[in-house]
C-alpha cells in the first residue's frame, strides 16, 4: 500500500507591485505637496508643513519600516487650530450647493484612488486587502449618500461657532474619521483631526491632500495625545470635540471637557455580549460567529464574549470550535504566484507588537488563575511568507470561565481572543453580559423572540440583536452607546448632522448620553 503524503504548502512572496516602497511612490506622485521622500507632513492652514519629529515606525505586517506620523508640539497644535478656525469662519458662508459639489469632487478624487489608499491601510493597519477596500468604500459611498440628504437635516441649522475636533482610534482612519470630517464640511463646519499614533497616516494624508484640493477646509496634525489636549480638547476656537477610542483615553478627554460645555460625542469600548439561552438554531450562528472574526475582532462592535446557558454548552461547543478552527489569518500581501488573488483571511496582525506582548499576557494570566483554555490556535497554521517577522500575530484562542480578577473578565481584548461564560438562570445570564457597565451593542440567540426580546431589554446596550449580530450602521442608522461605553451626542444620518449643527431652540435637547439626561432613539 502506498503511503498518503499531504501536499506540501506553497512557497509564498509579496505580490509584486504591493510593496511599502511602491505604495509611498505612488503617493508621491499623487500628492508630492504632502509626502517628501523621506516622510510624511502637517497640514493646516491650507499648507503643508514639514514640522513635527516622525516616529520610527514598522508595519505589523512583516516588521517592514513605515512613514510614522509627523508629531508636532502643542505650541504648533495651537497654531493649526487658529488656523483651523479662520477655515471655518469662510466656509460656513460658504453655500450648501457649493460644499456639496467640492465634497462630491473629493470623493470622486479619493475613489479614483481607492486601491492606493487600501494598499496604505493593509501596510499600516494590518487589514486583509478585501476588508481594507469596504473600509475605504464605506466612507466614499457613506459620504455620497450624506451629500444627497444633508439639505433636509440641516433645514433651519447653522454650522457650529467653531470647527469640529476630531480624535480617532486607528482601525477605522476612512469609513469613521474621514467620513465623519466629510459630513463636519459638508454641513458646514471646518474639520481638524489628529492622526491616530498607532496607524493610518499615510492613508489620512493622501485622503486629506486630495480633500484640500478641492477646497475643503480640512486640517491634520500628528501628536501625542497628552501634549495636544489642551489645543485639540479644551481650546476656545474648538466647536465641537469627536472622540473614538478606549476608555482610559475617554475619560481623560470627559474630564477635559467637563467644564468647557462643548459639544461632543465620545465614542468608547465597552465588552460587547452574545447571550445564549433556549436555542437550537447553531448553523445560523455559526455563520455570524465565523465573520465575527474579521480583522481580529479589532472594532468597536464586535462580540468577544459569549454567555451560555449550560444545558446547551456541549452543543454550542459542537458548533464553535470548528468555527474557530477555520479562521483564516496571516500575511496580507502574500502570494504563490503574482497572478493570484490576494488572500482572503479573516485577519492580519493585530496592531503591533506591543499589542499581541500585551494580549498573550491576558491570556496566560487568565488561564494560570483559573480559566479553561478551549482552543488555542497555533502560529503554524498561518499564512506567511518564509522567515517574516510574525511578531504582532496571534492565532485565535477561546478560554471558558476566565475569573473575575483577570483583565479578560471585565475588559474587550480588542483581539482575536474569546472568552466563554456558562450560566444557569436569566439572571446569571444578563449579569454575565452587563460586566462592563455599558456596550455599544450585544446579542441573544433564542428560540423564544418573546423571550429575547425581554431579555434585551434588561441589557446595558446601544443596539440588540435577537438572533443576528448588530453593527455600528451606515447612512441613517443611529449609533451611540448605554452607561460608559458612550458620553454626548449619538450619531448615524440626521443625528450626525445635528451634533455639528446648531438649531433655533437654544434648550434643544439632541438625542444621546449626557451628564444631566440620556434621550434615546429607536434604534
Not at 512613514?67 to 493649526?80: F, H, L, T, Y
Amino acid at each position: 500500500m502506498t503511503a498518503l503524503t499531504s501536499s506540501p504548502q506553497p512557497r509564498l512572496h509579496l505580490k509584486t507591485g504591493t510593496s511599502w516602497t511602491d505604495a509611498f511612490t505612488r503617493c508621491r506622485e499623487i500628492a508630492p505637496e504632502a509626502f517628501d521622500d523621506d516622510r510624511l507632513r502637517n497640514l493646516w492652514g491650507g499648507e503643508w508643513h514639514r514640522s513635527g519629529t516622525p516616529l520610527h515606525s514598522l508595519s505589523a505586517v512583516d516588521g517592514t519600516p513605515i512613514s510614522g506620523p509627523p508629531m508636532i508640539d502643542q505650541a504648533e497644535a495651537r497654531e493649526a487650530i487658529r488656523a483651523t478656525l479662520d477655515d471655518h469662519k469662510k466656509w460656513r458662508d460658504v453655500a450648501l450647493p457649493e460644499r456639496r459639489a467640492r465634497v462630491r469632487a473629493a470623493v470622486d478624487a479619493m475613489t479614483e484612488h481607492r486601491e492606493l489608499l487600501a494598499l496604505l491601510l493593509v501596510w499600516e493597519i494590518g487589514k486583509p486587502w478585501r476588508l481594507a477596500l469596504t473600509d475605504v468604500d464605506r466612507a466614499l459611498d457613506g459620504a455620497r449618500w450624506y451629500a444627497e440628504e444633508i439639505e433636509a437635516m440641516i433645514d433651519g441649522r447653522v454650522p457650529l461657532p467653531g470647527p469640529v475636533s476630531n480624535i480617532a482610534s486607528w482601525n477605522y482612519p476612512m469609513s469613521v474619521l474621514m467620513h465623519a470630517m466629510l459630513v463636519q464640511m459638508l454641513a458646514g463646519n471646518a474639520a481638524i483631526a489628529k492622526t491616530p499614533t498607532d496607524g493610518g497616516a499615510a492613508c489620512l494624508t493622501l485622503a486629506c491632500a486630495l480633500a484640500r484640493r478641492e477646497g475643503l477646509p480640512v486640517s491634520l496634525v500628528s501628536g501625542s495625545g497628552s501634549r495636544l489636549s489642551g489645543a485639540l480638547v479644551r481650546a476656545p476656537e474648538i466647536g465641537c470635540l469627536a472622540f473614538v477610542g478606549g476608555r482610559s483615553a475617554g475619560g481623560q478627554v470627559a474630564a477635559a471637557l467637563v467644564d468647557t460645555g462643548k459639544r461632543h460625542f465620545l465614542e468608547q469600548e465597552g465588552l460587547n455580549a452574545w447571550g445564549i439561552w433556549e436555542f437550537s438554531q447553531w448553523d445560523l450562528l455559526a455563520a455570524h460567529l465565523r465573520k465575527g472574526f474579521e480583522y481580529a475582532k479589532q472594532r468597536c462592535t464586535a462580540y468577544p464574549r459569549y454567555v451560555v446557558q449550560r444545558q446547551l454548552f456541549d452543543r454550542f461547543l459542537e458548533m464553535y470550535l470548528p468555527v474557530v478552527r477555520g479562521v483564516r489569518f496571516g500575511h496580507p500581501l502574500a502570494v504563490a504566484d503574482d497572478a493570484d488573488p490576494l488572500p482572503e483571511l479573516d485577519y492580519g496582525p493585530v496592531i503591533n507588537h506591543d499589542k499581541a506582548t500585551e494580549l498573550a499576557a491576558k491570556i496566560d494570566e487568565a488561564i494560570t488563575k483559573g480559566g479553561v483554555p478551549l482552543y488555542r490556535g497555533d502560529l503554524a497554521d498561518g499564512r506567511f511568507i518564509a522567515g517574516q517577522d510574525t511578531g504582532a500575530y496571534l492565532p485565535p484562542v477561546a478560554i471558558l470561565s476566565p475569573p473575575a480578577s483577570c483583565g479578560l473578565h471585565h475588559a474587550e481584548p480588542f483581539g482575536p481572543v474569546d472568552t466563554i461564560i456558562v450560566v444557569d438562570s436569566e439572571a446569571e445570564l444578563l449579569a454575565a453580559m452587563n460586566a462592563s457597565n455599558g456596550a455599544l451593542v450585544a446579542s441573544v440567540a433564542s428560540d423564544d423572540e418573546s423571550l429575547a426580546g425581554r431579555l434585551a431589554e434588561e441589557l446595558a446596550a446601544f443596539k440588540v440583536g435577537i438572533n443576528a449580530p448588530r453593527s455600528r450602521g451606515d447612512r441613517d442608522e443611529p449609533f451611540g452607546g448605554r452607561g460608559a461605553s458612550w458620553k454626548g451626542a449619538f450619531v448615524g444620518g440626521a443625528h450626525l448632522a445635528r451634533a455639528v449643527t446648531v438649531g433655533p431652540d437654544p434648550n434643544e435637547r439632541l438625542v444621546g448620553n449626557f451628564p444631566s439626561y440620556s434621550l434615546y432613539p429607536e434604534v
